[in-house]
């Protein structure tokens, strides 16, 4: 978003952002608490969940450097966040930084780019889910992670996972020893290998197909 800010516009940006930091487990906020503030995640890795009605907690999402948390017009926070990681973020004032938006038109239209791009995203998310086997969604969750770190000059084969294989299960609708299964037949046949920070895409081209059937 920042990219569609001009230098003296990103100084006025700076001046509204307060630092935060949080440790590792750590919650940034909670679901269906006053949303009255806008975070810009600038390192870590932070796990989006909601609570079911039956107490069970689903992840919906995982955000990385460069992500806006939130966003939403809802007054209350419709998801929680909790870090993964050590996270760094920049926190705006939710009504400061929606007068600037509304103060600049190419910035509304970049947060209306980013929605967008959000929404597709979740789309994509529920045809994963409904429509594909096991192997296609733990496929399709690395690359379209990887493509995600591409943005942010981790153009690297190696996808890192700071979250757990139960959070991915979680979030692909499967159950951990599934998605380990997954993980161990495309590493025997040598289609990715498993490394101490992630996995590395060793035949970055098969993988890239099996996404996009």
Request: proline letters at 4%.
């Amino acid at each position: 978003m920042c990219g569609a800010l001009e230098p003296h516009e990103l100084v006025e940006l700076e001046a509204m952002a307060r630092p935060v930091c949080y440790g590792q487990r750590q919650q940034m906020f909670a679901q269906d608490e006053p949303s009255d503030s806008v975070y810009n995640l600038t390192s870590g890795s932070v796990r989006l969940y909601r609570l079911l009605p039956d107490g069970r907690r689903q992840v919906v999402g995982f955000a990385i450097p460069g992500d806006f948390l939130g966003l939403s017009m809802s007054e209350r926070t419709v998801y929680g966040a909790e870090a993964l990681t050590a996270v760094t973020a920049c926190k705006f004032n939710r009504e400061a930084f929606a007068a600037l938006v509304d103060e600049r038109p190419h910035l509304l239209r970049r947060l209306y780019d980013l929605a967008s791009h959000e929404l597709s995203l979740a789309q994509e998310q529920m045809v994963i889910i409904g429509r594909r086997t096991a192997e296609e969604r733990v496929v399709c969750f690395l690359i379209g992670l990887r493509k995600r770190w591409a943005q942010f000059n981790h153009n690297s084969v190696t996808v890192p996972l700071p979250m757990t294989r139960q959070d991915i299960a979680d979030f692909l609708g499967l159950t951990i020893e599934t998605v380990s299964r997954a993980v161990s037949k495309l590493a025997r046949e040598k289609a990715l290998l498993v490394v101490p920070d992630g996995v590395r895409l060793l035949d970055l081209e098969r993988l890239e197909k099996i996404a996009a059937r």
